[in-house]
C-alpha cells in the first residue's frame, strides 16, 4: 500500500482509527514510520518512562530505549487526518501523538475524545486464574508530551460515525468531512448535509459504542 502511495506522490493521508482500540507498540512505531517517511527520518519518535520494577531489572529496562524514526517510506506529506473515536486507545491514540510534533495532523472525532491511554502493560498471571495488568511503561513523543489521559482532542468533534454505506464510500460522513478538507470537490458539503438530515440510527444509539471498560483487572 505504502509503495502504491510512494508512486502516486500522495500529499495527504486518511487513516482510520476510529474502531481501533490498539495493540503492539512496535507495530504502531512501524505504522507511524512508514506514514512519517522522509519528513521524519532520523528524528525522535517516542521515549518511555517505566515503572520500578522495570527500572531494577536490565534484561527488561533495556527493551525501552528511545525509539527514532527510520524512514521506512519516502512519502512526503503536506497532512495526515485521523478518524477517531471514544474506542481509539492506546498504541492507536501512540501513532497520532508521535506524528503531531513533525506532520500536520488533523483529528475527526465522532465525539469529542479518545479513550485515553498512554500507558503499556505487561500481563501477571494469578495462581492461574485471574489476568492482572499493572502500568509497566509511560509512552511519550519527541515533545515529551503524554498528558492524554481523558483522550486527545480533536480538531473536528461530534462527527456522525454514519455506518450504514460502505467503508470508503464518499457520503460516510466521517470520510466525507476529511475528504472535504483534502480534496474539496471530491465530495461536497452538500452531500454530508444530506446525509444529516436523514435522521438515521448511529452507533450511539446501540451498544456497540459504549466506551470500553477501563477496569485491567479480568478473571480468565
Sequence with gaps: AFEKFQTQQIKSLIVDLRYNGGGYV??????????????????????????????????????????????????????????????TASAAEMIINVLKPYLQVQIIASGTRTYGKPVGFFEQVVQKKVSFWPVSFLLKNSANFSDYWDGLVPDKSNITDYVFVDVGDKKETMLATALNDAAPGITTKASINAVSRKGYRTLNQGEVNIRPDRGMIKKR
Design 26 to 87: 512496535d507495530a504502531s512505531a512501524y505504522v507511524a514510520d512508514k506514514i512519517g517517511g522522509a519528513i521524519t527520518k532520523g528524528k525522535l519518535m517516542l521515549t518511555y518512562e517505566v515503572n520500578d520494577y522495570i527500572k531494577a531489572t536490565p534484561s527488561i529496562n533495556k527493551m525501552f530505549q528511545d525509539t527514532k524514526f527510520e524512514g521506512k517510506s519516502n512519502l512526503n506529506l503536506s497532512k495526515v487526518y485521523f478518524l477517531v473515536s471514544d474506542r
